[in-house]
Antibody
Framework: QVQLQESGPGLVKPSQTLSLTCTVS??????????WSWVRQHPGKGLEWIGY???????YYNPSLKSRVTISVDTSKNQFSLNLSSVTAADTAMYYC?????????????WGQGTLVTVSS | QSALTQPASVSGSPGQSITISCTGT?????????VSWYQQHPGKVPKLMIY???NRPSGVSNRFSGSKSGNTASLTISGLQAEDEADYYC??????????FGGGTKLTVL
């Protein structure tokens, strides 16, 4: 059973960089066939796809966030990470990591529990 | 990319059927069979309910079904139950190799 767990600061100051890590257990990020994704949800709002990464390092981002987002992968630690730069209060949200079945389906089949990040001074 | 369009809310009585629509464009829903649906109860993690337009993951009730016509996908829940009350989101793969979510639909079981 694949499990994902987000970790990182719950409070980030405006203009700084939000950094989160997702640790994957029960399966290898390097096994192929899957993309590893970040999704966020503003308080009381809908889901927003941020981007995903393949174990090889190929990345795809939401065009609306592309200029501020970097997703990276560390296969040795079975982790992938999100960096979101120049944050404002509008980036306050629940951040989820999820596994995407790539190439043939593009479904998000496993999700982490989510971590709430607040942007405030 | 613009979010897929879903009705903000739908409602139905126990035992009835409801359908939630998800409208995109020829750059996403209309171009691929890669539409999936997620159920999210308040304070909970989204749960995959339908993938590839009409397939159900193991363990999901057969009361949930999906379809697609042109640029619009649909989720139908038959035999509505109180536990179905939740938010529902669609998502689609796009021609620029990204994913896009719908705005979400709040289902109320009367």
């Amino acid at each position: 059973q694949v499990q994902l767990q987000e970790s990182g600061p719950g409070l980030v100051k405006p203009s700084q960089t939000l950094s989160l890590t997702c640790t994957v257990s029960g399966g290898s990020i390097s096994s192929g066939g899957y993309y590893w994704s970040w999704v966020r949800q503003h308080p009381g709002k809908g889901l927003e796809w941020i981007g995903y990464i393949y174990y090889s390092g190929s990345t795809y981002y939401n065009p609306s966030l592309k200029s501020r987002v970097t997703i990276s992968v560390d296969t040795s630690k079975n982790q992938f990470s999100l960096n979101l730069s120049s944050v404002t209060a509008a980036d306050t949200a629940m951040y989820y990591c999820a596994r995407v079945v790539g190439s043939s389906s593009w479904q998000l089949d496993y999700w982490g529990q989510g971590t709430l990040v607040t942007v405030s001074s | 990319q613009s979010a897929l369009t879903q009705p903000a809310s739908v409602s139905g009585s126990p035992g009835q059927s409801i359908t939630i629509s998800c409208t995109g464009t020829s750059s996403d829903v209309g171009n691929y069979k890669y539409v999936s649906w997620y159920q999210q109860h308040p304070g909970k993690v989204p749960k995959l309910m339908i993938y590839d337009v009409s397939n159900r993951p193991s363990g999901v009730s057969n009361r949930f079904s999906g379809s697609k016509s042109g640029n619009t996908a649909s989720l139908t829940i038959s035999g509505l139950q109180a536990e179905d009350e939740a938010d529902y989101y669609c998502t689609s793969y796009t021609t620029i190799s990204t994913l896009v979510f719908g705005g979400g639909t709040k289902l109320t079981v009367l």
